[in-house]
C-alpha cells in the first residue's frame, strides 16, 4: 500500500483515469492475458456472462466493450490467477487472519476447496464435499426449530440458484430467506406498491432514450453504476437537463468523458451531466422535494393567472390519482424558511429545480441509497412520487419512477422467492407443484437476523454468497454474538472476513464464479439475471473454472437440500442440478404471469420485460389509482435531527463507498474522484466544522456514535480531511464505519439501516491507538507513529 495522498481529482469521469484504472486492477489481480480477453465477452447475452457489480441495464444490441471500470475490476477480482486453498490455511491461523484487512484477505484469490473450522488448530482445514454436506444436513436436522435458522442470500446469485434456495428454505420449515436488498432497496419494495402498486422500476432503456428531463437523489452513479453515464450523456447531448441533489459533489454527476469515444480520449472534451446541482444536508430530501412541490403550485396559480396552460397535469391528476387535495393543502401550508431549514437549500435553489422540472415534458427520477437508508426513507420514496405526479410523469414513454440497485441480481431473486415475507411466496403455487405446506409466518428480514443472533434465538446460518458479519450494523456487537451460534455455513468464491469469525460449526463453500464455465451432465448450462429495468436475460459463463473441484451453486443448494431434507416424490434435486431449464420450467410454473414459457423467451434478442401495469397506467392499489402519500415530518431523520447546526458538537455522518470498491469488497485504497489515495480511514468533513470543533486537516480522531442505549460505538482513527460537504456532515467509509450504526437505527416499516444519517462526535486522539477491532487498512507496525 502506497503512502497515504490527499489531492483533488480535476479530471472527468471515465476518459484515461478509467482506463488506467482497469489496466491497473488486471495487473494487480495478476489476471492471465487470456483472461483479460473476458471483458470482450462481459454483458454480451446468451454467449457472454453477465456483469458480477452492479444492475444497471444491458443495452441491446451491446457496445463492443460493454462493460465500464467497475465491472472489469470484478471481473478480472473473480479471475485472478492467485489461490486460497489448503496451504494458506495451513500457514494461517484464524486469529491471525482476524487482523488483516478486507483487502489483504481477498487478494489472497479464489477458495479452491471446502474447508472446515477447527477449533483446536484454530485454523480451517480441508473437508470432502460428501462429509461437509453429510455434517451440515446433521446439524440442520438437529435444531429445534426451522425457524432457529437463517438462509441469506447476497445479489450476486443467479435467478436458478435463488429459485432453488428458497425453496430448499421453505421446504425446510421456514421463510427466514433475508437478502441484500434487505440493506439497501427494502425501503422501496415498501414505497411503491403503496403509491403506484408495483415494488420495482417503472422505466426501460427505451424510456432513458425519450425522455427530456431527470432527477437524482442520493446515487453515486459514477462509482455504483458507471455505464448509466452512457445514457445520461446522451439525454445531455440532446438537450435534456439533469438536476441533481447530492450532500457530496460525485464526480460522475458532474463531468464525464467516454472512454470509448476516441474524439473524447485524444481531445479536452467531456460533458457537463448535471445541469444543476444542489447539495443539500444529510436528510434534507424530503423538505427539498416538498419546496420544489410548493414551486410548483406557485407556478401552477400563476399560470392560471395569466390566462396560460396548467403547469400541474390536471386531467392525469383527476383521473388517475387519489389523496391530491391533501397533498396541496399539506405543502401550501409549509412554511418556505421551514424548507431551507430542513434542506439546508435556499428557496432560489429550490425554485428553480422546480422551474427546470416544470419545462419537461417527460422526467424520470432516478435515486439510490442516499434516499433509501434514513428512517424515513419509505416516505421519502414516496414524497418523490408525489413529485413525479404532479405532472403525470408516470405510466408513459420516457419519464416514471428508477430506484437504481445496487448489486446485479438483487432486484431478481426477490422476483423468484427470497423474500421473509409470507404473502409474497406463490404458497398454492408450490403447495401444487412440490407437495408440501409452505411455512405461513414471516421469517426475519436482515435486521430481525441480527436481532435474533444477538438475543441467541439464530442458532444457525446459510450464507449463498455476501459478507454478512461486514455488510451488517452494529459490528462490534455483532461479532462476538455470531461466535455463540452453532452453524455457519458460507459459500463463498473468496475469502472474507465473515469466514473469520467462526462459529461452533463453521464451514466455507467454494464456489463458482457466474464468469465461469458451468457445465453439467447435460452440457454448459445457462443462467438468468434481472436488471434495474425488470429485464430478464440468460448469460453464460465462458472462464476456465479456478479449480476443476468447484461446484456451482445450484450444485451445492440441491446437496444441501438431500443432506438437510426428507426425499420429496415431487422434487429431484439431481435433475435440476443437470439441466438448469427444469428449474426454470418450475419458476415458470411458480411465477407463470412473469415467466411464462420461461426458456424460449430469455433467448430473445435483449432478454424480456416483467410486466408492468404502470406503464399502461393501471394501478395496483388499495384504491385502485396512484397515491399522494403526506410525509410524517420534513426530517428524513427525525429522531437524530439535531444534528450539525442544533447541535453543534454532533455532526450527521454518512457512509458511502470508494471508487475501488463494490458493496464490501475493497479492490484497493485509491479512492481516484475523491482524491484520497492510500487509505481507507478517513473522515470527510467541511472546513468550517474542522475549525469550530478546535480540530486541523490530518488529525486523527475517534468517531463514536451519539445514542442513549449505554452501548460504546467507536470507530478510529480517523484522519479529518477537508472536503465539500455541508456543515453538520461529514462522511466515511463503508463497512468499515458499520461499527458506528446501531441495530435499532433503521428506516421505519422496511428496516433498512439508517447508514446515511448517524449522529457522532469527533475525539481528537493524542496517539495513535485503534479503538475499533475491525482493521480498516493494515495495522501499522509496533511503536510506529
Same mark, same amino acid.
Given at each position: 500500500?502506497?503512502?497515504?495522498?490527499?489531492?483533488?481529482?480535476?479530471?472527468?469521469?471515465?476518459?484515461?483515469?478509467?482506463?488506467?484504472?482497469?489496466?491497473?486492477?488486471?495487473?494487480?489481480?495478476?489476471?492471465?492475458?487470456?483472461?483479460?480477453?473476458?471483458?470482450?465477452?462481459?454483458?454480451?447475452?446468451?454467449?457472454?456472462?453477465?456483469?458480477?457489480?452492479?444492475?444497471?441495464?444491458?443495452?441491446?444490441?451491446?457496445?463492443?466493450?460493454?462493460?465500464?471500470?467497475?465491472?472489469?475490476?470484478?471481473?478480472?477480482?473473480?479471475?485472478?490467477?492467485?489461490?486460497?486453498?489448503?496451504?494458506?490455511?495451513?500457514?494461517?491461523?484464524?486469529?491471525?487472519?482476524?487482523?488483516?484487512?478486507?483487502?489483504?484477505?481477498?487478494?489472497?484469490?479464489?477458495?479452491?476447496?471446502?474447508?472446515?473450522?477447527?477449533?483446536?488448530?484454530?485454523?480451517?482445514?480441508?473437508?470432502?464435499?460428501?462429509?461437509?454436506?453429510?455434517?451440515?444436513?446433521?446439524?440442520?436436522?438437529?435444531?429445534?426449530?426451522?425457524?432457529?435458522?437463517?438462509?441469506?442470500?447476497?445479489?450476486?446469485?443467479?435467478?436458478?440458484?435463488?429459485?432453488?434456495?428458497?425453496?430448499?428454505?421453505?421446504?425446510?420449515?421456514?421463510?427466514?430467506?433475508?437478502?441484500?436488498?434487505?440493506?439497501?432497496?427494502?425501503?422501496?419494495?415498501?414505497?411503491?406498491?403503496?403509491?403506484?402498486?408495483?415494488?420495482?422500476?417503472?422505466?426501460?432503456?427505451?424510456?432513458?432514450?425519450?425522455?427530456?428531463?431527470?432527477?437524482?437523489?442520493?446515487?453515486?452513479?459514477?462509482?455504483?453504476?458507471?455505464?448509466?453515464?452512457?445514457?445520461?450523456?446522451?439525454?445531455?447531448?440532446?438537450?435534456?437537463?439533469?438536476?441533481?441533489?447530492?450532500?457530496?459533489?460525485?464526480?460522475?454527476?458532474?463531468?464525464?468523458?467516454?472512454?470509448?469515444?476516441?474524439?473524447?480520449?485524444?481531445?479536452?472534451?467531456?460533458?457537463?451531466?448535471?445541469?444543476?446541482?444542489?447539495?443539500?444536508?444529510?436528510?434534507?430530501?424530503?423538505?427539498?422535494?416538498?419546496?420544489?412541490?410548493?414551486?410548483?403550485?406557485?407556478?401552477?396559480?400563476?399560470?392560471?393567472?395569466?390566462?396560460?396552460?396548467?403547469?400541474?397535469?390536471?386531467?392525469?391528476?383527476?383521473?388517475?390519482?387519489?389523496?391530491?387535495?391533501?397533498?396541496?393543502?399539506?405543502?401550501?401550508?409549509?412554511?418556505?424558511?421551514?424548507?431551507?431549514?430542513?434542506?439546508?437549500?435556499?428557496?432560489?435553489?429550490?425554485?428553480?429545480?422546480?422551474?427546470?422540472?416544470?419545462?419537461?415534458?417527460?422526467?424520470?427520477?432516478?435515486?439510490?441509497?442516499?434516499?433509501?437508508?434514513?428512517?424515513?426513507?419509505?416516505?421519502?420514496?414516496?414524497?418523490?412520487?408525489?413529485?413525479?405526479?404532479?405532472?403525470?410523469?408516470?405510466?408513459?414513454?420516457?419519464?416514471?419512477?428508477?430506484?437504481?440497485?445496487?448489486?446485479?441480481?438483487?432486484?431478481?431473486?426477490?422476483?423468484?422467492?427470497?423474500?421473509?415475507?409470507?404473502?409474497?411466496?406463490?404458497?398454492?403455487?408450490?403447495?401444487?407443484?412440490?407437495?408440501?405446506?409452505?411455512?405461513?409466518?414471516?421469517?426475519?428480514?436482515?435486521?430481525?437476523?441480527?436481532?435474533?443472533?444477538?438475543?441467541?434465538?439464530?442458532?444457525?446460518?446459510?450464507?449463498?454468497?455476501?459478507?454478512?458479519?461486514?455488510?451488517?450494523?452494529?459490528?462490534?456487537?455483532?461479532?462476538?454474538?455470531?461466535?455463540?451460534?452453532?452453524?455457519?455455513?458460507?459459500?463463498?468464491?473468496?475469502?472474507?472476513?465473515?469466514?473469520?469469525?467462526?462459529?461452533?460449526?463453521?464451514?466455507?463453500?467454494?464456489?463458482?464464479?457466474?464468469?465461469?464455465?458451468?457445465?453439467?451432465?447435460?452440457?454448459?448450462?445457462?443462467?438468468?439475471?434481472?436488471?434495474?429495468?425488470?429485464?430478464?436475460?440468460?448469460?453464460?459463463?465462458?472462464?476456465?473454472?479456478?479449480?476443476?473441484?468447484?461446484?456451482?451453486?445450484?450444485?451445492?443448494?440441491?446437496?444441501?437440500?438431500?443432506?438437510?431434507?426428507?426425499?420429496?416424490?415431487?422434487?429431484?434435486?439431481?435433475?435440476?442440478?443437470?439441466?438448469? %431449464?427444469?428449474?426454470?420450467?418450475?419458476?415458470?410454473?411458480?411465477?407463470?404471469?412473469?415467466?411464462?414459457?420461461?426458456?424460449?423467451?430469455?433467448?430473445?434478442?435483449?432478454?424480456?420485460?416483467?410486466?408492468?401495469?404502470?406503464?399502461?397506467?393501471?394501478?395496483?392499489?388499495?384504491?385502485?389509482?396512484?397515491?399522494?402519500?403526506?410525509?410524517?415530518?420534513?426530517?428524513?431523520?427525525?429522531?437524530?435531527?439535531?444534528?450539525?447546526?442544533?447541535?453543534?458538537?454532533?455532526?450527521?455522518?454518512?457512509?458511502?463507498?470508494?471508487?475501488?470498491?463494490?458493496?464490501?469488497?475493497?479492490?484497493?485504497?485509491?479512492?481516484?474522484?475523491?482524491?484520497?489515495?492510500?487509505?481507507?480511514?478517513?473522515?470527510?468533513?467541511?472546513? %468550517?466544522?474542522?475549525?469550530?470543533?478546535?480540530?486541523?486537516?490530518?488529525?486523527?480522531?475517534?468517531?463514536?456514535?451519539?445514542?442513549?442505549?449505554?452501548?460504546?460505538?467507536?470507530?478510529?482513527?480517523?484522519?479529518?480531511?477537508?472536503?465539500?460537504?455541508?456543515?453538520?456532515?461529514?462522511?466515511?467509509?463503508?463497512?468499515?464505519?458499520?461499527?458506528?450504526?446501531?441495530?435499532?437505527?433503521?428506516?421505519?416499516?422496511?428496516?433498512?439501516?439508517?447508514?446515511?444519517?448517524?449522529?457522532?462526535?469527533?475525539?481528537?486522539?493524542?496517539?495513535?491507538?485503534?479503538?475499533?477491532?475491525?482493521?480498516?487498512?493494515?495495522?501499522?507496525?509496533?511503536?510506529?507513529?
Amino acid at each position: 500500500m502506497s503512502k497515504p495522498n490527499f489531492k483533488p481529482y480535476t479530471s472527468p469521469a471515465g476518459g484515461w483515469g478509467s482506463a488506467y484504472s482497469v489496466a491497473n486492477i488486471l495487473i494487480r489481480q495478476k489476471v492471465s492475458p487470456r483472461n483479460a480477453a473476458l471483458l470482450l465477452k462481459q454483458n454480451k447475452a446468451v454467449e457472454g456472462f453477465a456483469c458480477v457489480s452492479c444492475a444497471w441495464a444491458k443495452p441491446h444490441p451491446a457496445k463492443p466493450l460493454e462493460f465500464c471500470e467497475n465491472g472489469a475490476k470484478a471481473t478480472a477480482w473473480e479471475n485472478t490467477s492467485q489461490r486460497c486453498g489448503p496451504d494458506f490455511f495451513a500457514r494461517h491461523s484464524v486469529t491471525e487472519l482476524l487482523n488483516w484487512a478486507d483487502f489483504d484477505l481477498e487478494r489472497q484469490g479464489r477458495l479452491t476447496h471446502p474447508m472446515r473450522y477447527d477449533p483446536a488448530s484454530d485454523r480451517y482445514q480441508p473437508v470432502s464435499w460428501d462429509e461437509a454436506f453429510e455434517e451440515i444436513g446433521r446439524e440442520l436436522k438437529a435444531m429445534a426449530d426451522p425457524n432457529e435458522v437463517v438462509f441469506y442470500m447476497s445479489g450476486r446469485a443467479s435467478l436458478e440458484t435463488a429459485y432453488a434456495f428458497s425453496i430448499l428454505a421453505r421446504m425446510y420449515g421456514t421463510n427466514n430467506l433475508p437478502d441484500s436488498s434487505n440493506m439497501c432497496h427494502e425501503s422501496t419494495s415498501i414505497a411503491l406498491p403503496e403509491s403506484i402498486g408495483v415494488p420495482v422500476a417503472t422505466v426501460t432503456l427505451h424510456d432513458m432514450k425519450k425522455m427530456d428531463g431527470m432527477l437524482f437523489f442520493g446515487q453515486n452513479t459514477g462509482t455504483s453504476s458507471p455505464r448509466m453515464l452512457h445514457q445520461l450523456q446522451e439525454a445531455r447531448e440532446r438537450g435534456a437537463p439533469i438536476i441533481t441533489f447530492n450532500p457530496i459533489r460525485e464526480r460522475g454527476l458532474e463531468r464525464f468523458a467516454n472512454p470509448q469515444s476516441p474524439a473524447e480520449m485524444v481531445t479536452p472534451k467531456e460533458t457537463v451531466i448535471s445541469t444543476q446541482y444542489h447539495q443539500l444536508q444529510i436528510g434534507g430530501d424530503i423538505a427539498a422535494i416538498a419546496g420544489m412541490c410548493k414551486a410548483l403550485f406557485d407556478l401552477d396559480d400563476q399560470a392560471i393567472a395569466a390566462g396560460s396552460r396548467r403547469v400541474l397535469d390536471v386531467a392525469f391528476i383527476e383521473q388517475h390519482t387519489h389523496g391530491f387535495e391533501d397533498f396541496e393543502r399539506k405543502v401550501r401550508g409549509y412554511d418556505w424558511k421551514q424548507l431551507e431549514r430542513r434542506s439546508g437549500l435556499t428557496r432560489g435553489a429550490m425554485e428553480a429545480a422546480a422551474r427546470s422540472y416544470a419545462s419537461c415534458e417527460r422526467v424520470i427520477a432516478a435515486y439510490g441509497m442516499g434516499l433509501t437508508q434514513h428512517r424515513y426513507g419509505v416516505q421519502t420514496i414516496q414524497m418523490l412520487v408525489n413529485l413525479l405526479l404532479l405532472r403525470g410523469n408516470m405510466g408513459k414513454e420516457g419519464a416514471g419512477i428508477l430506484p437504481v440497485r445496487g448489486h446485479s441480481n438483487v432486484q431478481g431473486q426477490r422476483t423468484v422467492g427470497i423474500t421473509e415475507k409470507a404473502a409474497k411466496a406463490p404458497a398454492d403455487n408450490l403447495r401444487r407443484q412440490f407437495g408440501f405446506e409452505p411455512p405461513s409466518e414471516d421469517g426475519v428480514n436482515t435486521v430481525e437476523a441480527c436481532e435474533g443472533i444477538l438475543a441467541g434465538r439464530i442458532k444457525g446460518f446459510v450464507a449463498m454468497g455476501g459478507n454478512f458479519v461486514r455488510a451488517v450494523p452494529d459490528t462490534l456487537q455483532m461479532e462476538p454474538a455470531w461466535r455463540r451460534m452453532r452453524l455457519s455455513v458460507q459459500v463463498s468464491t473468496k475469502l472474507n472476513r465473515t469466514h473469520l469469525i467462526t462459529g461452533q460449526v463453521s464451514y466455507i463453500l467454494p464456489c463458482l464464479g457466474r464468469t465461469e464455465i458451468d457445465r453439467q451432465a447435460t452440457g454448459e448450462q445457462y443462467n438468468t439475471t434481472e436488471d434495474s429495468t425488470g429485464c430478464i436475460r440468460a448469460w453464460r459463463g465462458v472462464a476456465t473454472p479456478a479449480h476443476e473441484g468447484l461446484l456451482s451453486e445450484p450444485a451445492i443448494v440441491a446437496r444441501l437440500a438431500k443432506a438437510a431434507l426428507a426425499p420429496n416424490p415431487k422434487l429431484d434435486w439431481d435433475a435440476w442440478v443437470a439441466d438448469y %431449464n427444469l428449474i426454470r420450467d418450475a419458476i415458470a410454473e411458480s411465477y407463470p404471469d412473469i415467466f411464462h414459457d420461461f426458456n424460449v423467451r430469455m433467448m430473445e434478442p435483449g432478454g424480456f420485460h416483467r410486466p408492468l401495469g404502470v406503464s399502461k397506467r393501471e394501478w395496483a392499489t388499495e384504491t385502485g389509482k396512484a397515491n399522494f402519500i403526506n410525509p410524517p415530518s420534513l426530517s428524513e431523520d427525525p429522531d437524530t435531527e439535531k444534528g450539525g447546526h442544533e447541535r453543534r458538537d454532533v455532526l450527521q455522518l454518512m457512509t458511502l463507498r470508494s471508487n475501488d470498491q463494490f458493496n464490501t469488497t475493497v479492490y484497493g485504497y485509491n479512492d481516484r474522484f475523491r482524491g484520497i489515495n492510500g487509505t481507507r480511514a478517513v473522515i470527510m468533513m467541511n472546513r %468550517n466544522d474542522i475549525g469550530r470543533l478546535g480540530l486541523a486537516e490530518g488529525d486523527k480522531v475517534e468517531a463514536i456514535t451519539v445514542t442513549d442505549d449505554g452501548v460504546h460505538r467507536v470507530v478510529a482513527p480517523l484522519r479529518v480531511t477537508p472536503y465539500d460537504i455541508p456543515e453538520g456532515c461529514c462522511a466515511g467509509y463503508y463497512p468499515e464505519c458499520n461499527a458506528l450504526l446501531p441495530i435499532w437505527h433503521h428506516a421505519e416499516r422496511s428496516k433498512v439501516p439508517a447508514a446515511k444519517s448517524i449522529p457522532v462526535k469527533l475525539r481528537k486522539m493524542l496517539h495513535l491507538t485503534d479503538r475499533s477491532s475491525v482493521p480498516i487498512e493494515p495495522l501499522p507496525p509496533a511503536g510506529a507513529a
